[in-house]
């Protein structure tokens, strides 16, 4: 009796031990793909402010999409959809005004190559306020490299607190 104690005690042990180490082993890989998760999305972003083309398209997947929403001055709810393609086309012309989209509360989910991002941004032209809302960014893991693959944002200007997010953004 006493050693069938001992036995089931010893495999309980080894058995915890082991699953210990699994969920240590697993919560690295989690905290190193959302780190790089955030590493893409902060590419992205930069490459956003600095006009960089070759930035933003090693953060984004070719055939990704955008989608966009919004109500209009009449209250009329607008949804746009472009492909990236256009989009990354057009922020990277030369332009007066730099684009500045300032990001936060970034909350990432991840399960093996697919992931997704919400966070809340403000849009600024140079130091102008222009509109906030919130972005949506679908990501995977391809070849070893997460790409964003969908990005969804809302745009409002009525509805945002300047000041608070002028705090916010510093």
């Given at each position: 009796?006493?050693?069938?104690?001992?036995?089931f005690?010893?495999?309980?042990?080894?058995?915890?031990?082991?699953?210990?180490?699994t969920?240590?082993?697993?919560?690295?890989?989690?905290?190193?793909?959302?780190r790089?998760?955030?590493?893409?999305?902060?590419?992205?972003?930069?490459?956003?402010?600095?006009?960089?083309?070759?930035?933003?398209?090693?953060?984004?997947?070719?055939?990704?999409?955008?989608?966009?929403?919004?109500?209009?001055?009449?209250?009329?709810?607008q949804?746009?959809?472009?492909?990236?393609?256009?989009?990354?086309?057009?922020?990277?012309?030369?332009?007066?005004?730099?684009?500045?989209?300032?990001?936060w509360?970034?909350?990432?989910?991840?399960?093996?190559r697919?992931?997704?991002?919400?966070?809340?941004?403000?849009?600024?032209?140079?130091?102008?306020?222009?509109?906030?809302?919130?972005?949506?960014m679908?990501?995977?893991?391809?070849?070893?490299?997460?790409?964003?693959?969908?990005?969804?944002?809302t745009?409002?200007?009525?509805?945002?607190?300047?000041?608070?997010?002028?705090?916010?953004?510093?």
């Amino acid at each position: 009796m006493k050693s069938s104690l001992i036995l089931f005690l010893s495999l309980l042990s080894f058995l915890s031990i082991s699953t210990i180490s699994t969920a240590q082993s697993t919560l690295k890989i989690e905290r190193a793909d959302e780190r790089e998760i955030r590493e893409t999305i902060d590419l992205f972003f930069d490459g956003l402010y600095d006009g960089n083309l070759n930035k933003m398209k090693r953060a984004v997947w070719e055939e990704a999409s955008l989608v966009s929403t919004h109500v209009n001055k009449k209250g009329q709810e607008q949804t746009r959809t472009s492909t990236m393609k256009d989009f990354l086309e057009g922020a990277s012309k030369p332009r007066d005004a730099k684009w500045i989209e300032k990001i936060w509360d970034v909350e990432i989910e991840s399960e093996g190559r697919l992931a997704q991002a919400i966070m809340e941004y403000a849009f600024f032209l140079d130091d102008k306020f222009v509109h906030c809302g919130a972005n949506a960014m679908q990501l995977i893991k391809m070849d070893g490299q997460w790409k964003i693959v969908a990005l969804s944002d809302t745009r409002m200007k009525n509805d945002c607190n300047e000041k608070e997010i002028k705090k916010r953004v510093k």
